[in-house]
């Protein structure tokens, strides 16, 4: 079974940033695409940003211009850089990744548990 290890979040207040990460652990072939989701209290789970193993990026409108997504594939570990954070940023944050199996000719997603991040006004 595929872990995603999550690190990050807290207490930010507004206008100031945060920086999580991810890291894909156990047996795989290798990590594709990975990418950040937030769920805030009574909202459905909602795409924050996207990344490629190329690079190639994908943001809501919400926060682009405050955000950055980053990846080192040789550590399968994304990254989301989270700057000018706004009260409505506050979600719990989750991690994705598609992986593609050791042994398959398959891609699997991947969740992580979930990062709380709180931003105070």
């Known amino acids: 079974q595929v872990q995603l290890v999550e690190s990050g979040g807290g207490l930010v207040q507004a206008g100031g940033s945060q920086r999580l990460s991810c890291a894909a652990s156990?047996?795989?072939?290798?990590?594709?695409?990975m990418g950040w989701y937030r769920q805030a209290p009574g909202k459905q789970r909602e795409l924050v940003a996207t990344?490629?193993?190329?690079?190639?990026?994908n943001y809501a409108d919400s926060v682009k211009g405050r955000f950055t997504i980053s990846r080192d594939n040789a550590k399968n570990t994304v990254y989301l850089q989270m700057n000018s954070l706004k009260p409505e940023d506050t979600a719990v944050y989750i991690c994705?990744?598609?992986?593609?199996?050791?042994?398959?000719?398959?891609?699997?997603?991947?969740w992580g548990q979930g990062t709380q991040v709180t931003v105070s006004s």
């Open positions: 994705n990744a598609q992986v593609k199996e050791r042994y398959r000719y398959q891609t699997t997603d991947y």
């Open positions: 156990g047996s795989f072939f290798s990590v594709a695409a």
């Open positions: 990344i490629t193993p190329g690079g190639n990026t």
